[in-house]
């Protein structure tokens, strides 16, 4: 059975029902940890779930912050720094994940007990237990008009990957590294592969690949 | 065993392979067949990778258009006629979301038989077999400057969701639904929740909610 509700409703409902219901909608999202470090030495370590794809050639990746949020620190150690790095989370640490958005004076890998660790003289630490890590270097950032939203694009440097994951194509087999995915606000999922499927044309039947 | 890749050897390595590689970076993503008219009455229907939460108050999703890709037909006809559906995928037609990005000349309803629907007077088509719909006006787009890249934002003007994924809180239960996250160029799954988590407070013990 189908429930129906408009944008007055929305717009009407508790803020706290708004806000679950509203951020589910685009459905399963991605989670990283984004790992910083500022100017002073002090590391920093948040997850997010608004990372995507934005370029092969050169390999890009986009983040968006949403305005006022505490998630700022992250986007202020990037802008004065200029690198930061992308740690898939697994079944193993992603209540340590959940836990690093809270609100700590200090840094987040020493309050939550994470261990944080430095690669090929990269700047910015990465989450030693991450099966997939990757070191980015800030491109340029862009304020949206509508609501403040900053866009931040990242130039991808380095790639660490268990090679458990690594498929002969280049594909990652996310079900492999147990990599998670959110949902909403609060809410963390394992994938389970249903099919992978051959390149799409009119007229030819798809294949699992 | 972790693998090493830098930014010469993701510059070097065989096209398709930084395709593939670089694509599943950024770990798993939302899935959303979105459905458009043009002026003409021709329904367009094709797969997203790229829809993303934007704003509860007011309920906004953003949308992210690669320059110069087949999805364009789908930005043309919303910039036209400023309406366009989301629509999550389920087990039951991931195949026929994959198929839908093929490159047909008329509308990919008939062609691939997924049957449109239209709800509440709406403008554009809906996807029937869908357990959540969601129809969007347009709000606003922006080229981003780095590589030609658009960012549409939509403002939420309806949503049907099946009641049995719907919780008190407002949250989905996307496991319910059965909603389908997609991971790199070609790869579906399902989601299995580990656990939603309490906010998090420093000092404070997470728990399962």
Redesign the interface.
């Known amino acids: 059975?189908?429930?129906?509700?408009?944008?007055a409703f929305?717009?009407e409902?508790e803020?706290?029902?708004?806000?679950?219901?509203?951020?589910?909608?685009?459905?399963?999202?991605?989670?990283?940890l984004i790992g910083t470090k500022n100017s002073l030495g002090v590391s920093n370590l948040s997850p997010f779930s608004?990372?995507?794809?934005?370029?092969?050639?050169?390999?890009?990746?986009?983040i968006?912050f949403?305005p006022h949020s505490v998630e700022r620190h992250t986007l202020e150690n990037i802008l004065e720094t200029g690198y930061f790095t992308?740690n898939?989370v697994t079944?193993d640490f992603?209540?340590e994940a959940?836990?690093?958005?809270?609100?700590?004076s200090g840094s987040e890998f020493d309050?939550i007990g994470l261990e944080e660790e430095y690669?090929?003289d990269f700047f910015a630490p990465f989450v030693a237990k991450s099966?997939?890590?990757?070191g980015c270097r800030f491109?340029?950032s862009?304020t949206?008009?509508?609501?403040g939203?900053e866009?931040l694009?990242g130039?991808?440097?380095?790639?660490?990957?268990?090679?458990?994951g690594?498929?002969t194509?280049?594909?990652?087999d996310?079900?492999a590294l147990g990599?998670?995915?959110v949902?909403?606000?609060?809410?963390?999922?394992?994938?389970?592969?249903?099919?992978?499927?051959?390149?799409?044309?009119?007229g030819?039947e798809?294949e699992e690949?």
Chains 1, 2 share one sequence.
């Open positions: 059975m189908m429930r129906h509700f408009d944008k929305i717009l409902v803020s706290s029902f708004r806000r679950e219901f509203v951020n589910c909608l685009s459905g399963y999202k991605s989670l990283n608004q990372v995507f794809h934005i370029g092969a050639t050169p390999p890009l990746v986009g968006l949403r992308l898939h079944e992603y209540r959940h836990q690093s958005a809270a609100r700590y309050a690669l090929e099966r997939v890590k990757v491109v340029e862009q949206l008009k509508f609501n939203t866009l694009i130039g991808i440097e380095h790639v660490w990957v268990d090679e458990k690594l498929r194509d280049g594909s990652l996310l079900n990599t998670v995915t949902s909403g606000l609060d809410e963390y999922h394992l994938g389970t592969k249903l099919a992978r499927l051959s390149y799409p044309k009119p030819k798809l690949i």
